[in-house]
């Protein structure tokens, strides 16, 4: 960061602001120029406009991106370009902040003074800056796939076992589907299994055991199902799909920092408002 980025950054901030309230940027940085009634131009870093309707409101912003605190004679210096060139107020920004004769000086001249700079501990004190959480998911594994085919040409058969859960079936002139959304429709329903169950499920006839937290399945397909494999096209008939499911924890972990969605602290000391700037320079009230 240097002081034309510093200058960036506060027409940023200020845009974002102004949406709320019809502020507008006129202009900003080097080539932003006032002309005074006394005919001496005055360049100005930000300069902003509102209206009311009636009558248009211009604010001239002085930016500072100093290592030391803003000397008062630069309220001074800027309480005369407002008066020069008829703008009704006047902000100075500054990174490290204003000594207390600033301040009573620009309370006097209608400047207001805003400290914009980088995020400090201390600022966290009393919020929580980090959550993490340890997440543990259940989820279902299927797995040991296995359909029994009939009439399937000998020579399509490695074909067939090569495609495994994504082969895909037809019951009954329904459309087509694949093994792995028989397999998982099967086993979500019933939700709960705690005996061995016989249901009816997509038009199919369903069996399933459990034995030691894994549960076995047998699909029996309606005569003629047709089996198909997507890649090759090869066509064939299918009467079973047989699949285990058991649980699988995953472990994830999760961690926010919230200092990473604050890269700037934004005080207007006579306000008493607090703004935190986001990484794309969105301000939000702080605290």
């Known amino acids: 960061m240097d002081w034309q980025s510093y200058e960036e950054l506060v027409k940023d901030i200020y845009q974002e602001l102004g949406k709320a309230t019809g502020v507008k940027i006129e202009c900003w940085g080097r080539s932003c120029k006032v002309q005074g009634?006394?005919?001496?131009?005055?360049?100005?870093?930000?300069?902003?406009?509102?209206?009311?309707?009636?009558?248009t409101y211009k604010t001239a912003i002085d930016c500072k991106y100093w290592k030391r605190k803003v000397p008062k004679d630069y309220v001074a210096t800027l309480s005369l370009i407002l008066d020069d060139a008829n703008i009704e107020k006047g902000v100075l920004v500054s990174k490290c902040g204003f000594s207390t004769s600033v301040k009573r000086l620009a309370a006097l001249k209608n400047i207001s003074l805003i400290q914009l700079r980088e995020p400090k501990n201390s600022d966290w004190d009393?919020?929580?800056?980090?959550?993490?959480?340890?997440?543990?998911?259940?989820?279902?594994?299927?797995?040991?796939?296995?359909?029994?085919?009939?009439?399937?040409?000998?020579?399509?058969?490695?074909?067939?076992?090569?495609a495994g859960i994504e082969l895909q079936v037809q019951i009954e002139n329904q459309h087509l589907t694949s093994l792995r959304e028989i397999a998982d429709a099967v086993r979500k329903y019933p939700e709960s299994h705690e005996e061995d169950i016989d249901e009816d499920v997509i038009g199919c006839k369903v069996h399933s055991s459990m034995n030691d937290g894994v549960r076995a399945y047998v699909v029996t397909f309606p005569d003629e199902t047709v089996l198909m494999n997507p890649i090759t096209g090869y066509k064939g008939n299918i009467s079973e799909l047989r699949f285990k499911v058991r649980e699988r924890i995953i472990k994830s972990e999760i961690h926010i920092d919230h200092a990473d969605h604050v890269s700037w602290i934004m005080e207007a000391i006579f306000e008493g408002k607090e703004y935190a700037i986001s990484p794309d320079r969105i301000p939000t009230q702080w605290q």
């Open 37 to 55: 009634k006394s005919g001496v131009y005055h360049q100005v870093d930000v300069l902003t406009s509102h209206d009311d309707g009636i009558h």
């Open 126 to 162: 009393g919020l929580i800056k980090e959550i993490s959480i340890d997440l543990n998911l259940i989820v279902d594994e299927v797995y040991a796939c296995e359909a029994i085919c009939k009439n399937v040409n000998e020579s399509h058969k490695n074909s067939f076992k090569n």
